[in-house]
């Protein structure tokens, strides 16, 4: 399941299907307890719109209004060899290999 924010309203991508929310306060649906269960009941009451494919496409906006943000991490090569090479010296052998070449979770 993918939620995006657009300027059209929010719109739900779930098992190939496109839904346009009712909600209109981004911030009051984000921050829902048991968000996941929360949006699957909701689209059951949905009529499924696959136009709404293309509004992702044009017109997704960044999916914060007024939360607090925390950093998602970029990795760069340089900091990774830099990073290993100083566990090296302090007797980490390893450590970051493991860290830098772990799967991570995509963040839509």
Known sequence: MNVYKTTEGIIIHHENSFYLSA??????FINRDNLYNEIRDE??????????????????EAPTKSQEIW??????????????????????????????????????
């Open 43 to 60: 689209i059951q009451t949905l009529k499924p719109g696959n136009e709404l494919s293309s509004v992702i496409d044009k017109s997704t």
């Open 23 to 28: 909600a209109n306060n981004w911030d009051i």
């Open 71 to 108: 950093a998602a991490g970029v990795t760069y090569l340089r900091s990774m060899k830099a990073r290993m090479e100083e566990a090296k010296l302090a007797g980490g052998a390893t450590f970051y290999d493991k860290v830098y070449d772990a799967e991570r979770p995509d963040i839509n």
